[in-house]
C-alpha cells in the first residue's frame, strides 16, 4: 500500500488565492521530505529540501515567498502556493526520505502527487 | 548541465520483447542509482534500485546494469507487458552510503509503449 500521502489530489482555484497541499509519511518517520514540480510530459523538477524543525532550502530559481514549506513533524510537510497564477498550474509531487520496517536503506518515497489547476 | 542523460526518450517494444533504458552520469560522488515507473497522473513508484559496488541486480522481470567506469547504467525489462507501458525515470543521488542520502537528479524520462 502507499507509504506517502498527499492531500488533495486535485485542486481547482482562482486566481489570486493560496492553495495549501499536504505530504504525509504514513508507515515511518521522514526527517528529510522534498518537493518535486512535473509539467506534462517532463521530468521532476526539485523545488525544495524540506526538513523537520528547519526551513527548507530552495533549488535555484524556486520563489521562498510564493512557495512556503512548513515541515512541522516527522511524518507532515505542506506546500502553500500563495496568490496563486496560471502559470503556477503543475503537478506537485512530494517524497519522503525515510525507512520502512525490514526494508532496505533510507529510499524516496513518492507521494501520488496533487494537480494544482489555477484559473 | 545536466548530470543525467537518458535514452531513449521514447521507446516502442512488441510484447514480449526487451525493453532497454540507458543512462549516463557525471558525478562519481553519486552512489545510490534508483529507477522509478510512473503511469499518467500518479506519482513516481520505485522499481528497481542499486549501488556502486554492484554491477548488477535483477527483480523479477526488471534487471539493473551498472558500469561503473563508464558512468553507465541501464534497465532491462523482460517478457515486456502492455501493463509495462508507462514513463520510467533513472536518478542517482550521493550520501546513500552513509546514511544521510540527498536529492535525487532525475534523467527526462522514457516513455515506453509495449504493444500487444
Known amino acids: 500500500g502507499a507509504v506517502v500521502s498527499q492531500h488533495p489530489s486535485r485542486v481547482i482555484c482562482k486566481s489570486g488565492t493560496s492553495v495549501k497541499i499536504e505530504c504525509r509519511s504514513l508507515d515511518f518517520q521522514a526527517t528529510t521530505m522534498f518537493w518535486y514540480r512535473q509539467f506534462p510530459k517532463k521530468s521532476l523538477m526539485l523545488m525544495a529540501t524540506s526538513n523537520e524543525g528547519s526551513k527548507a532550502t530552495y533549488e535555484q530559481g524556486v520563489e521562498k515567498d510564493k512557495f512556503l514549506i512548513n515541515h512541522a513533524s516527522l511524518t507532515l510537510s505542506t506546500l502553500t502556493v500563495t496568490s496563486a497564477h496560471p502559470e503556477d498550474s503543475s503537478f506537485y509531487i512530494c517524497?519522503?526520505?525515510?525507512?520502512?520496517?525490514?526494508?532496505?536503506?533510507?529510499?524516496?518515497?513518492f507521494g501520488p502527487g496533487t494537480r494544482l489547476t489555477v484559473l | 548541465q545536466q548530470q543525467v542523460k537518458q535514452s531513449p526518450q521514447s521507446l516502442i517494444v512488441q510484447k514480449g520483447g526487451i525493453s532497454i533504458i540507458n543512462c549516463a552520469y557525471e558525478n562519481t560522488a553519486f552512489d545510490y542509482f534508483p529507477w522509478y515507473q510512473q503511469f499518467p497522473g500518479k506519482g513516481p513508484a520505485l522499481l528497481i534500485a542499486i549501488r556502486p559496488d554492484v554491477s548488477e541486480k535483477k527483480e523479477g522481470r526488471f534487471t539493473i546494469s551498472f558500469n561503473k567506469s563508464a558512468k553507465q547504467f541501464s534497465l532491462h525489462i523482460m517478457d515486456s507487458q502492455p501493463g509495462d507501458s508507462a514513463t520510467y525515470f533513472c536518478a542517482a543521488s550521493k550520501g546513500f552510503l552513509v546514511g544521510s542520502q540527498g536529492n535525487l537528479i532525475f534523467g527526462k524520462g522514457t516513455k515506453l509503449s509495449v504493444k500487444p
Open positions: 517524497s519522503a526520505l525515510g525507512r520502512l520496517a525490514g526494508g532496505p536503506g533510507d529510499t524516496q518515497y
